[in-house]
């Protein structure tokens, strides 16, 4: 069935596999701006789970948000269950979509990547984009990254995601960019794949219509 968005029940069973996360077995952060589209960001995790399982013989354990954060915990502390989260990950997966570098929440979570220890080499990404001209405005978006426009443009209030912001204004302005730009072939490699991702679903409509 098509996705719904993340915050469907329905969804999170589907996104867990019916399997309970173990944190000592965690095998990617996912890491997303809410801002992207909720069924997109989905058939792009959906379409990495596969291609993981198809590698390693087991659906992947990975952190997110909506299905791992508990409620119960003000938004700091959910913050320092995150970074705990993120060391114990293998991969840091990004679902970047044309609002993931416009988000100062999104760049403090990929330097607490960097600092606390996680490379670059460990780092996926899986472009958010429906068709071949969103995939060109992603990654037009990471090539012309600078910090401070991110920070003019963050939809959210500043107090929202305090220590991500008090982070990203700590690093230096070079260094953050240096960080995001570092992603581009990563991102140019991720858009080639939901140009595929976005041709298969058209196929697969056509398909259905013609039946």
């Known amino acids: 069935r098509p996705p719904r968005g993340f915050n469907s029940p329905a969804t999170l069973v ?7 996360l173990e944190p000592d077995m965690l095998d990617a952060f996912v890491l997303h701006s809410d801002m992207d589209s909720a069924d997109e960001r ?11 399982r198809s590698e390693h013989g087991r659906w992947p354990a990975v952190w997110l948000d909506y299905v791992c954060a508990d409620p119960m915990v003000d938004r700091r502390e959910r913050l320092a269950h995150e970074v705990v989260a993120m060391c114990r990950a293998r991969t840091l997966l990004c679902l970047v979509g044309a609002s993931f570098v416009a988000r100062l929440a999104c760049i ?3 330097l607490a990547w960097h600092a606390t220890g996680g490379a670059l ?8 984009a429906s068709d071949a001209a969103e995939c060109g405005a992603v990654v037009a978006a990471v090539d012309a990254f600078n910090v401070v426009y991110a920070e003019q443009s963050s939809a959210r209030p500043r107090d929202d995601h305090g220590p991500l912001v008090h982070a990203v204004e700590l690093a230096s302005a070079t ?20 140009i595929e991702r976005a041709q298969h679903v058209v196929a697969e409509a056509i398909e259905r219509a013609q039946h």
């Open 175 to 194: 260094h953050v960019n240096e960080l995001v730009h570092a992603l581009l072939p990563a991102v140019q490699r991720g858009a080639e794949d939901a």
């Open 14 to 20: 589907d996104l867990q596999h019916d399997r309970a």
């Open 42 to 52: 989905l058939r792009a995790l959906h379409s990495w789970a596969h291609r993981f």
């Open 121 to 128: 080499d460990r780092v996926e990404v899986m472009v958010v």
């Open 108 to 110: 403090g979570r990929l």
